[in-house]
């Protein structure tokens, strides 16, 4: 049996005192935590440990002895090997480092091994004296078999106790007891309080731990902390108010809600509203995965200020604004222009292609009828779009990503022409496609069952096939012209909506990039940690092998995988064929929309 030892490496070169730690539960192993210092009154232990114990919720108690040789306490190692009757831990470890070496001897004593004990003891007496040198020789075997069973594994208690190991187990899960390691730094984690007692502190105990040399504190958190409860008292009374507003009957109506669920800044502002409820929210993080989307989600939003404020700076100097103000009216109308030449060419006979004349004529006088009618709205709103540019660029003060979704909102509004020409041209390509497709089946002697969907068998009369013939041929020359006005439309469409899926792609990833996360793995790499390595740090003949625990951190794509903050991210509806498949057929395609949930 091998006994494994996690000993912090701050203990290296403690007093001698007592080990306080803990036994892994259903494994052969110790976790020591800190080091008890000589002088100390057992009773005063033993109520530390239970108040300790009480606040971390940690099985503590005392492992055994630490020696370390020092003058004037020559008898100190008997000593501390008597206090093995008055805390009955069993196993109990006597640890003692020898001067000159760098690794530990251990001996693992047990209740029913006090004569075996006195016998190894007896032992070394006369190896001492001289006498029996064979009984000696085999005193010597059986000490190094004892010391080849244990193995120190020396951690860095800070690292260890700020790290989080993954995968993440989730307390609801039910799966096979915690590993080893787990559980190692699941007790280190837990033993904060026992790290609070440093060697200037004015009580009866002393202790050597990785805090022992004065706590750790900073001015600023401790005045980040004390700002944060009226800060967030404030911010909850204000989403309240907010919630009563938008809960008003006035907004629940159907086109207020319809209207709502399409604008990408009503969907942003809905978004950062939850995001606002989780960080006011008085409840703690309860584990780890909520204290890293609270902390993701609150540098998202200090981020996404700071890139706003940017804009604002870059948009109210210079008179940026007038500028963009003047040059939009002139960019309409150059696209009006554009849009009028296309059908001008297409009302003609583009590419060499014979197009018939009726449909073509009738299309291009009614798409340019709609060009007009933009053109003349746009001319209105021109001496307003000045002020809404002003006032738009002052919702950047709310994040770079409500300056983005109101700039998506604007280019859907601009673009609205483009909108109806799409649709136009999608719907009477889709019927006439529709309607060739059934007719096709009408000459093969087949039809649609709607209730079983699928293609049946039908005998069809001569009357029903001479009509069916005449709709075919009409549908089937009147299809270039059609599929030739949705072709150039559905690519001016698909111009605009990529544009805006950057847009929405860009919100997306302020919304949901882990950036606490990844400033963690960067310069904190220990903090996510996912397994551990070792190396051999001592295997000096006579003492126990050493090894050296090093956090192996986790990787850069598992941080963004594990830790990217759900959104209500834009994302393609179908598939790459079933976009291609709807565009072929003449459906409608919305390949950007926000979902209606979270997800991950």
Not at 126 to 143: H, V
Not at 224 to 238: D, I, T
Not at 338 to 359: C, D, I, S, V, Y
Not at 363 to 375: D, E, S, T
Request: hydrophobic share 45%; charged share 20%; aromatic share 12%.
């Amino acid at each position: 049996m091998v006994l494994k030892i996690f000993f912090p490496q701050c203990c290296n070169r403690a007093d001698s005192g007592l080990l306080v730690g803990r036994w892994l539960s259903g494994q052969d192993s110790a976790v020591v935590l800190a080091v008890i210092h000589y002088p100390f009154i057992p009773g005063q232990v033993k109520q530390y440990l239970q108040q300790m114990q009480s606040q971390s919720g940690v099985e503590l108690s005392v492992l055994g002895s630490w020696s370390l040789p020092a003058e004037g306490q020559e008898g100190m190692e008997s000593f501390l090997r008597d206090l093995s009757t008055i805390f009955p831990q069993q196993p109990w470890l006597q640890i003692r480092r020898e001067l000159g070496k760098t690794g530990f001897t251990c001996e693992v004593l047990r209740r029913d091994q006090k004569g075996r004990r006195a016998q190894q003891e007896a032992t070394k007496r006369r190896k001492k004296e001289g006498e029996e040198e064979e009984d000696g020789e085999d005193g010597d075997k059986e000490e190094e078999d004892d010391e080849e069973k244990v193995i120190f594994v020396h951690y860095e208690q800070r690292k260890v106790m700020l790290s989080q190991l993954h995968p993440i187990q989730s307390r609801d899960e039910k799966t096979d007891p915690p590993s080893e390691l787990r559980q190692m730094f699941r007790t280190v984690a837990l033993s904060q309080p026992l790290f609070f007692l440093d060697r200037y502190d004015d009580g009866p105990l002393k202790s050597t731990h990785w805090q022992s040399e004065g706590r750790e504190a900073s001015i600023i958190v401790e005045l980040l902390k004390q700002a944060s409860v009226p800060v967030c008292l404030l911010l909850r009374c204000l989403l309240a108010v907010w919630t009563g507003v938008c809960s008003a009957r006035i907004f629940s109506l159907a086109p207020l809600t319809f209207l709502s669920s399409k604008l990408s800044t009503c969907v942003q502002l809905s978004y950062r509203t939850d995001h606002l409820r989780a960080l006011c929210s008085p409840k703690p993080a309860a584990d780890h995965p909520q204290f890293m989307r609270k902390a993701n989600i609150l540098v998202s939003l200090l981020l996404d200020a700071a890139l706003g404020l940017l804009l604002i700076w870059w948009l109210y100097t210079d008179d940026h604004i007038a500028r963009l103000a003047g040059a939009l009216v002139p960019a309409a109308d150059r696209v009006a222009r554009e849009l009028e030449e296309l059908l001008q060419w297409l009302m003609g006979a583009p590419a060499g292609l014979k197009m018939n004349r009726a449909l073509d004529q009738v299309l291009g006088r009614f798409f340019l009828y709609h060009i007009h009618l933009w053109i003349s709205y746009i001319h209105l709103m021109a001496p307003f779009i000045g002020g809404v540019l002003w006032y738009g660029g002052l919702s950047a003060c709310l994040g770079l990503t409500f300056a983005l979704s109101l700039l998506s909102d604007m280019v859907a509004l601009f673009t609205f022409h483009i909108y109806c020409f799409y649709v136009y041209g999608a719907r009477l390509y889709c019927l006439k496609i529709y309607g060739l497709s059934s007719l096709w089946r009408l000459f093969r002697g087949k039809k649609w069952n709607v209730l079983r969907q699928r293609v049946d068998s039908c005998s069809y009369d001569l009357d029903q096939l001479f009509i069916g013939t005449l709709l075919f041929t009409v549908l089937l020359f009147l299809l270039p012209t059609t599929a030739l006005y949705y072709l150039v439309f559905t690519l001016l469409r698909l111009v605009v909506v990529f544009f805006q899926g950057l847009l929405h792609l860009s919100v997306d990833f302020i919304n949901s990039f882990p950036l606490f996360a990844v400033g963690l793995r960067l310069f904190r790499p220990y903090r996510l940690a996912e397994g551990v390595k070792f190396r051999v740090l001592c295997d000096e003949p006579g003492v126990a092998l050493h090894l050296l625990m090093e956090i192996n951190p986790l990787r850069c794509s598992s941080v963004l995988q594990t830790y990217r903050t759900p959104t209500y991210s834009c994302y393609p509806r179908d598939s790459w064929a079933a976009l291609v498949k709807k565009l072929f057929v003449g459906e409608l395609v919305y390949p950007w929309r926000h979902k209606t949930a979270k997800t991950e």
